[in-house]
């Protein structure tokens, strides 16, 4: 005999539940989308890690070669390589840390800033075209949503 589906609850399987999974993936295609388009505005200059590496220090401010690794989940080799791609084409800069002359830190070039910011640019316009076709509550709602959501799957 066939048990009942269960919900990620542990009860069984939930309509609404399942209605809200596939709405947020609806959403989460839409917006992949979104930033896969972001991407391909810049992809003849840097390949998709190495845009990784770049937001990721353009975002959390100078940063060590290890939290690099760390935060990509990658190996330190691995890191180091691209790291290294990036300075040599001049987007990313090496210095000694302010707070530890025996660390590097890693810091963006006005180059790295400006292709950073292009990505940006491109992904608040194309959210923007799509948030106007919502009404003000509407997107007063889907904001405090996704901050929730975002806070829910641990986003700083």
Known sequence: ???????PSGGRSNKKF????DAVMWASRALV???AASVAEVEDRVSIPQLRVLVLVGTRG???L????DEL?????????????LIKAGLLDRRDAPEDRRRLALTLTPSGADLVQTVTDHRRDAIAAVLKRL???????????????ADAAGEP
């Open 66 to 69: 290890a939290v690099v690794a």
């Open 33 to 35: 989308g979104i930033a």
């Open 135 to 149: 009404s003000a509550s509407q997107r007063d709602n889907l904001a405090v949503a996704l901050d929730a959501f």
């Open 73 to 85: 989940g990658v190996d330190p080799s691995n890191a180091s390589r691209t790291v290294d791609k």
């Open 62 to 64: 100078p940063l060590s």
């Open 18 to 21: 399942d209605r809200q999974v």
């Open 1 to 7: 005999m066939n048990s009942p589906a269960r919900s």
